[in-house]
């Protein structure tokens, strides 16, 4: 028997970065939006626990226990004293180590998927809990739609969102480190007043009523600097698809995908084009947003 899942990608619309804390991690305010890419996580009965990943970029993905679904399935397991003997499936499709949590989707749809499998009988907060010990942008991966996520991005509050909203993303030539761009956030800040993180009203009103022009208009990332200075041509592909007429560009999550909001999905398709003809990519995709959250299929 073999249970699988269906996990969203996200792009950060909205991306507040505090100061440092002492325990390393930034305070956030983080509006997260799953986007319409998905990776599917089938797991089934084995003799013990192994990872394994197909698609185009399995290639990057680490196979060993710090996958954060190997992970997933060895938290899930502890909890319940059960020994985590499953041949967990990956089949990849959404960006690695791109800032569209692709781990942490992984990680949730493990743990939903071992948790059907098992019968665990854990509630929704438990499995929450044991997301936000995965790591911070786990948890959003299980509930998917729309959030604010506080504290490290862990807590989080679900949003309305009151329309579709058409995206194009610019996958970029091998990823970045998150750690080393929080990194770099902090030694550009050095010496400077970082203010407490903070959604933008704006932005949530964007969102509420389905305001595509409103929302590219409030699209910010506090990361973003940090990911351009670790990777300068970034810059080409925010001007090759803003260019081409989206509405609005963003270096999406620690990067180094970048996220353009359009109107509808003719621009989608004709920015998506141009951002590959352009050379400053490695790949474009086309999404959608809201998607559900991480589920059985
Ligand atoms: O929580 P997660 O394991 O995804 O975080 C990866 C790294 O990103 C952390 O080790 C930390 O360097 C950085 N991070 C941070 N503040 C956050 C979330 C992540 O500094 N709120």
Known sequence: MSITVRVPAKVNVQLAVGAARPDGFH???????AVSLYDEVTVTPADELRITCSGPDAGQVPLDAS???????????????ITPDVHVHIAKDIPVAGGMAGG???????????????GTGASRDELLAICAELGSDVPFSLIGGAALGTGRGERLTPLEVGGTFHWVFAVADGGLSTPAVYGEFDRLAAGADVPEP???????????TGDAAALAGALANDLQAAALSLRPSLADTLAA?????????LVSGSGPTTAFLVKDEDAA???AE??????TCRTARVATSPAPGARVL
């Open 198 to 208: 903070a959604a933008s009203p704006a932005l949530l009103d964007a969102l509420r």
């Open 269 to 271: 398709r004709t920015v």
């Open 104 to 118: 942490s989707a992984d990680g949730a749809g493990a743990l939903l998927a071992c948790d059907a499998l098992w």
């Open 241 to 249: 698809g803003t260019a081409a007429g989206a509405l609005a560009g």
């Open 274 to 279: 141009a951002l590959l003809a352009s050379g």
């Open 67 to 81: 996958n954060l679904a190997a992970r997933a399935a060895m938290a899930l397991a502890a909890r319940y004293g």
């Open 27 to 33: 305070d956030l305010a983080n509006v997260f939006l």
